[in-house]
């Protein structure tokens, strides 16, 4: 598979995957997230996304919604621990008008006090609304339990106390201290030549000042397993079952995605889906997950159910991470398990918009693509030992947390 790459004289990293079709998608991914704040300034991350949308030094608002609407494209943004991507999609002759906005609304937003002050509404709105969605609370909550004191379990929306409180200067501040051009990389998916590529980025980028980045985020050491049930106003029972597990750059980490999509990945014949929802019917919603950070990762089984059947389903729960730590997979089971995460990373890669996004984390995390032979190339290699093994140590029993909402 190509890729181009280039860096500017101002470290900013351009990434470039040709395709033939007649839209495509560009963006930039900053390594900068919630991770980077502190109590004072929580979600101002989150909120320095939407405050981008808001006014730059030749923009209003409404000409930054407007510059690609009106020609059919799209812009968004969105905010994680780690990292922060505002980007677009257009038909392929737009890729200019593109480049020039995200540009301008990263580089040169003004965040005028009386925008910042209408956003807040709109992000307490946001947090509300949130708090009335247990499924999405518990998630959050629960990497607040296990990361605890630690900026790892800070919710990405801060608080209605912490956003108040975020105001011009914060913002200068933060993205001062936080948004360096060697921490950034610009994707694009599309069909132009690399040539178009170098020439359009390098009139719109390379004026832009060199930023080095010196900051280091504080590494979490402190695990203990945790088990704890609230009360919540829920009609449903919600509960969460995790523990620690490999950081973006630790050698487990690609045995145990294979591992967490056998248990309770996408598909509809995962372990959980089979052993719990389809056997019993005793939940609607059971999935497992996980979370890969630069340094450590996390992984977590969710369920909602009936008061009535969560003893028996979290039970069901333990019965299939037990299995898969004392049983190995057969030859035929493993074959299937990678021919099933083979096909769905080669289904997901028609997604080109993902892909771009995907391209900038994975230059972020590594510097590096890996194409899809080698990927494919490294999930043969895991062995049904491996994967026992690995079971073992994320799955063990006494290492577990958990986190219930049970109804009042």
């Known amino acids: 598979m190509e890729y181009n790459f280039l860096e500017l004289k101002n470290g900013i990293r351009i990434i470039h995957k040709p395709t033939k079709s007649k839209v495509a998608h560009c963006g930039f991914i900053i390594n900068t997230g919630s ?33 690609l609407d009106n020609v059919g494209g799209e ?12 980007y677009a999609s257009f038909t392929n002759q737009h890729f200019e008008r593109a480049l020039e906005l995200l540009s301008d609304i990263l580089f040169n937003s003004t965040f005028p006090e009386k925008e910042l002050f209408k956003e807040k509404d709109v992000i307490i709105d946001e947090i509300n609304s949130y708090l009335d969605s247990p499924y999405e609370q518990i ?3 629960f990497e607040d339990l296990i990361f605890k004191d630690h900026a790892l379990g800070m919710n990405i929306l801060g608080t209605i106390e912490s956003v108040k409180k975020i105001d011009r200067n914060k913002i200068l501040d933060f993205i001062k201290a ?18 178009f590529i170098e020439k359009k980025c390098k ?21 203990h397993p945790v088990i704890k049930e609230l009360k919540k106003d829920v009609f449903q029972t919600h509960c969460i079952i995790g523990n620690l597990a490999y950081g ?3 050698k487990n980490k690609s045995a145990f995605i294979l591992l967490n999509n056998i248990l309770g990945g996408p598909a509809m ?37 009936d008061q009535k059947y969560i003893d028996k389903s979290i039970k069901l729960v333990h019965k299939e991470l037990k299995l898969l730590r004392d049983k190995k997979l057969s030859s035929s089971q493993l074959i299937k398990a990678k021919q099933q995460i083979i096909g769905q990373i080669t289904l997901s890669e028609e997604n080109n918009c993902n892909v771009m996004l995907s391209m900038g984390k994975s230059m972020l995390m590594y510097n590096r693509i890996d194409d899809l032979h080698k990927t494919f190339a490294d999930i043969e290699k895991i062995s049904a030992q491996h994967l026992i093994e690995i079971a073992n140590e994320i799955f063990d029993k006494n290492q577990l947390s958990s986190l219930i909402f049970t109804p009042n």
């Open 35 to 67: 991770r980077d704040e502190t109590t004072d300034n929580s979600g101002i991350t989150h909120f320095i996304e939407h405050a981008l949308f808001k006014g730059t030094e030749k923009r209003k608002s409404h000409h930054i919604l407007n510059r």
């Open 75 to 86: 812009i968004n943004a969105f905010t994680t621990k780690e990292q922060t991507s505002i």
């Open 139 to 141: 998630y959050d909550d």
């Open 178 to 195: 936080n948004y360096c051009t060697s921490d950034i990389i610009f994707s694009i998916v599309g069909d132009y030549s690399f040539n």
């Open 203 to 223: 009139k719109h980028l390379d004026k832009i000042p060199e930023k080095t980045n010196t900051n280091k985020r504080l590494s979490f050491k402190n695990y």
């Open 248 to 250: 973006a750059h630790q």
């Open 269 to 305: 014949n995962s372990r959980l889906n089979m052993g719990i929802r389809e056997k019993y019917g005793f939940t609607y919603n059971i999935e497992s997950s996980y979370t890969i950070f630069s340094d450590i990762g996390l992984f977590y089984v969710y369920l909602g159910t």
